[in-house]
């Protein structure tokens, strides 16, 4: 079993699990993670959170942890939902929404909008490009909103500018904003 401590606001300190037998959780480290949350400035009070490709769940934790309004989390694999449902349960948090569900077929059927989405989907395929100008296409992002990305190698982003980025060990992770035209 994966244990990850949640870094940061009203649930700092708390474990949460999820079955690591699954090659393909790779949970953001607590260094990017604080990372992260020092670059959106700690607190995200009645902020709307999209975490595709959720995985462990630690970014949706962080987020909730630091006053999200609400989080949306996005896994397809059942198991990992199961986990993600149980920690929810053992931090008693309501406003998490877990769905099952393939990040693409989401995007192409979602209506809200959000103000800080998080985006680390497998390195090994094309997901994150693909995401990205689906986000955009649909105008997924609020006014202000900004796209945070895990990445292995960099793509250019026509419509977007990266606010910040950097690297640690074998991840390389940038906050992205809508460019202002």
């Given at each position: 079993m994966g244990k990850i401590r949640i870094i940061g606001g009203k649930y700092r300190s708390r474990i949460i699990t999820f079955n690591d037998n699954n090659q393909a959780i790779r949970p953001t480290p607590d260094r990017v993670r604080e990372t992260l949350f020092n670059w959106l400035g700690q607190e995200l009070t009645n902020k709307y959170c999209l975490d595709l490709f959720a995985g462990s769940g630690a970014l949706s934790f962080e987020a909730l942890s630091r006053n999200a309004k609400q989080v949306v989390a996005i896994e397809h694999n059942s198991k990992v939902c199961c986990d993600l449902l149980a920690n929810k349960?053992?931090?008693?948090?309501?406003?998490?929404?877990?769905?099952?569900?393939?990040?693409?077929?989401?995007?192409?059927?979602?209506?809200?909008?959000?103000?800080?989405?998080?985006?680390?989907?497998?390195?090994?395929?094309?997901?994150?490009?693909?995401?990205?100008?689906?986000?955009?296409?649909?105008?997924?992002?609020?006014l202000n909103g900004i796209i945070y990305i895990e990445y292995q190698k960099l793509i250019g982003f026509s419509k977007c500018e990266i606010l910040k980025k950097a690297k640690a060990g074998m991840v390389n992770y940038a906050l992205l904003k809508l460019k202002v035209e």
């Amino acid at each position: 079993m994966g244990k990850i401590r949640i870094i940061g606001g009203k649930y700092r300190s708390r474990i949460i699990t999820f079955n690591d037998n699954n090659q393909a959780i790779r949970p953001t480290p607590d260094r990017v993670r604080e990372t992260l949350f020092n670059w959106l400035g700690q607190e995200l009070t009645n902020k709307y959170c999209l975490d595709l490709f959720a995985g462990s769940g630690a970014l949706s934790f962080e987020a909730l942890s630091r006053n999200a309004k609400q989080v949306v989390a996005i896994e397809h694999n059942s198991k990992v939902c199961c986990d993600l449902l149980a920690n929810k349960q053992l931090l008693k948090i309501e406003n998490l929404l877990i769905q099952q569900n393939e990040a693409i077929y989401y995007l192409n059927h979602c209506q809200q909008k959000f103000d800080v989405i998080f985006l680390d989907p497998p390195f090994a395929s094309n997901l994150l490009q693909q995401c990205i100008e689906l986000i955009l296409a649909k105008e997924l992002l609020t006014l202000n909103g900004i796209i945070y990305i895990e990445y292995q190698k960099l793509i250019g982003f026509s419509k977007c500018e990266i606010l910040k980025k950097a690297k640690a060990g074998m991840v390389n992770y940038a906050l992205l904003k809508l460019k202002v035209e």
